[in-house]
């Protein structure tokens, strides 16, 4: 857990996640780092960051309702798109969101 209140908690957090396409809607399995206001994900840790989400104007970050094929799944919401991604466990979403928010 972060408990210096001088780092970001979002410093504390990456990972893996699946990510919903934006225009095909398929998942795939993406690393995700956050840097400063922002969160790069990668094909793979170490590779070059295919993009990235701006929480600068980010609006919220939100559960998803519980589904079958979305068990731990979460939304980040920002004026451009709305990402959906999906974690490994409850433990996985809740520092995501908790880091993000």
């Not at 908690?9 to 809607?25: D, E, I």
């Not at 995700?32 to 609006?59: M, Q, W």
């Not at 919401?77 to 959906?84: D, I, Q, S």
Request: with cysteine; hydrophobic share 35%; glycine share 6%.
């Amino acid at each position: 857990a972060n408990t210096d209140p001088g780092i970001p908690a979002t410093h504390f957090c990456r990972g893996y996640l699946n990510k919903l396409g934006a225009k095909v809607k398929n998942w795939k399995r993406r690393w995700f780092v956050p840097r400063g206001t922002t969160i790069h994900y990668h094909r793979e840790k170490g590779a070059a960051a295919l993009g990235s989400i701006d929480l600068y104007n980010c609006s919220g970050v939100q559960r998803r309702p519980d589904e079958e094929q979305l068990q731990f799944a979460f939304e980040v919401l920002t004026p451009k798109r709305t990402y959906v991604m999906t974690a490994e466990s409850e433990e996985e979403v809740k520092m995501w969101v908790d880091a993000i928010t």
